[in-house]
């Protein structure tokens, strides 16, 4: 059996519900601007699924911590690593946990970003 039948493409996985969710909150709060997917109101979604879709674009993770913040309303379940980022951030540390290879400082900006926009 061929290998590439077996797998999917990150292409593939863009074009899933499951992807386009996390697109939909991404886009409501102003992180992310796309070409290949009209938002929707976003819906409430599982934290889970925001690191899953981070697997196939790593700049979710970078933007995460700051959505959770500002739109708490739109996230299910938790995360302790991103609990630890996110209370890091909230007491205005200059240094956090880093999350994969997503520098705490990276993560942070996005959230004094948001601070700036709404």
């Given at each position: 059996m061929?290998?590439?039948?077996?797998?999917?493409?990150?292409?593939?996985?863009?074009?899933?519900?499951?992807?386009g969710?996390?697109?939909?909150?991404?886009a409501?709060?102003?992180?992310?601007?796309?070409?290949?997917h009209?938002?929707?109101k976003?819906t409430?979604?599982?934290?889970?699924d925001?690191?899953?879709?981070?697997e196939?674009?790593?700049?979710?993770?970078?933007?995460l911590?700051?959505?959770?913040?500002h739109?708490?309303?739109?996230?299910?379940?938790?995360?302790?690593?991103?609990?630890?980022?996110?209370?890091a951030?909230?007491?205005?540390?200059?240094?956090?946990?880093?999350?994969?290879?997503?520098k705490f400082?990276?993560?942070?900006?996005?959230f004094?970003?948001?601070?700036?926009?709404?």
């Amino acid at each position: 059996m061929d290998q590439n039948t077996t797998k999917t493409t990150a292409k593939e996985i863009r074009r899933t519900e499951r992807f386009g969710k996390v697109l939909d909150i991404l886009a409501h709060a102003r992180l992310l601007k796309t070409n290949y997917h009209k938002p929707k109101k976003p819906t409430p979604i599982n934290v889970v699924d925001f690191i899953w879709a981070g697997e196939f674009e790593p700049r979710i993770w970078e933007v995460l911590p700051a959505a959770i913040i500002h739109f708490p309303e739109l996230f299910l379940g938790k995360n302790k690593e991103f609990d630890q980022i996110i209370l890091a951030i909230k007491n205005k540390k200059d240094d956090g946990p880093d999350y994969q290879f997503i520098k705490f400082d990276d993560m942070k900006k996005w959230f004094l970003f948001l601070n700036n926009r709404i």
